[in-house]
């Protein structure tokens, strides 16, 4: 067997381990939670074999197009292998010891239970709400110090292999900069969240200057000292509203951002992909990735409705049938093309 093979099958097992234990916990924790609060409301979906088939599906093809990735060497093979093992260890108690304040708040359908100490005039009226019932929404170092985990036990154990769609895109994109230097070429991650995107960015752009942006300062925090310790110059992070973007006209070369339009109410998103539009420089490449859409994943309808339903996402039912691809277009974006990876819909177009 060549060592290639050993190093896919290592992959392929520590992915199907994540997954296992994603599923696990998902399974042993809302029983737990039906068992002691039986009015909580969970909706369990159920599963058949057909639907089973098709998540398998997926999440295989998401694998392979991950490893093939790396194989082409659009970014390093260590990413797929980057495990931060001793943060989950530290990160797991505190979810199990969070649970009962989640499921309270889920029964009582509490949704803007939030620190006292935060200023609200600061922040727009759809984020103050503590989004899948999470202690403190985006307001607290202790919700920031255990958000990757809870991503990483969501999606079953793919979060960064589907967050890592977004650079092929991107590296195709910057083509259209391959005559100027790398490090005079800037990357803007919008909404960057506690780090895990930037250090897959890092990865793949050594070079290139990165800034993160986001609304929470314990987000940036949390942010900050993942990747203190990533090789290459050091990332830009920066408080600031993905609607006002803290830049000037055409700054940056590309856009991404994983994760936030169905966080957002319809207009917002709109208002937010002028501002991508603004800030890029023509030429410059916008890629966001997102939650697959009913269109073009109608298969897994059942599992989306079940999200909405369970967890508190306010905007998620209107963002499934949301035409972003039109959107995009109407903002003055070209080249729009989207594709689907098992839960992550990513799409690319250039100003
Ligand atoms: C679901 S998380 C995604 C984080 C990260 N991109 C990831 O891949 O895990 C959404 C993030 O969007 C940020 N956010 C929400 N609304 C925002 C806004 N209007 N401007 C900037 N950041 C925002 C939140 O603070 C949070 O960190």
Redo the contacts with the bound molecule.
């Keep these: 067997m060549t060592r290639e093979s050993i190093s896919k099958i290592a992959y392929k097992t520590l992915q199907q381990s994540k997954s296992i234990a994603g599923f696990a916990h998902k399974q042993i924790s809302s029983r737990l939670m039906n068992f002691i609060l039986p009015d909580s409301k969970i909706e369990n979906i159920d599963i058949d074999k057909n639907l089973l088939l098709e998540i398998q599906n997926s999440m295989d093809f998401l694998r392979e197009e991950d490893w093939n990735d790396a194989e082409k060497n659009i970014y390093p093979k260590k990413l797929l292998f980057d495990e931060p093992w001793l943060r989950y260890l530290t990160q797991y108690p505190k979810i199990w010891l969070d649970m009962p304040n989640t499921w309270d708040r889920r029964r009582k359908q509490n949704f803007d239970d939030l620190p006292k100490s935060i200023e609200k005039d600061n922040y727009?009226q759809y984020?103050l709400r503590n989004?899948h019932h999470q202690t403190d929404g985006?307001l607290s170092d202790f919700s920031a110090s255990i958000?990757?985990l809870q991503?990483e036990i969501l999606f079953n154990g793919s979060?960064d292999s589907m967050?890592r769609r977004i650079i092929k895109p991107i590296k195709e994109g910057l083509e259209n900069f391959s005559n100027r230097k790398k490090s005079s070429i800037k990357i803007l991650?919008?909404?960057?969240?506690?780090g895990?995107?930037l250090k897959q960015l890092r990865g793949a752009f050594p070079k290139e200057k990165i800034t993160g942006?986001?609304?929470?300062d314990s987000?940036l925090k949390e942010a900050s000292r993942y990747i203190s310790d990533l090789d290459g110059d050091l990332i830009e992070l920066i408080k600031?509203?993905?609607?006002e973007l803290p830049f000037e006209n055409d700054s940056f070369q590309c856009i991404s951002?994983?994760?936030?339009f169905h966080?957002?109410p319809r207009t917002?998103r709109d208002k937010?992909l002028n501002e991508f539009f603004r800030v890029l420089e023509p030429g410059g490449t916008m890629v966001l990735a997102d939650s697959i859409q009913i269109s073009d994943s109608p298969n897994f309808t059942s599992i989306m409705e079940n999200f909405y339903k369970s967890f508190h996402e306010p905007f998620y039912c209107d963002y499934i049938k949301d035409n972003i691809n039109s959107k995009i277009e109407k903002v003055g974006f070209k080249n729009v093309k989207s594709k689907s990876f098992f839960m992550t819909k990513v799409w690319s177009a250039v100003k």
């Design positions: 727009p984020y989004f985006y958000y990757d991503v979060a967050r991650d919008v909404a960057t969240g506690s895990r995107t942006i986001d609304l929470s987000y600031g509203n993905a609607e951002c994983v994760y936030l966080e957002l917002i937010v």
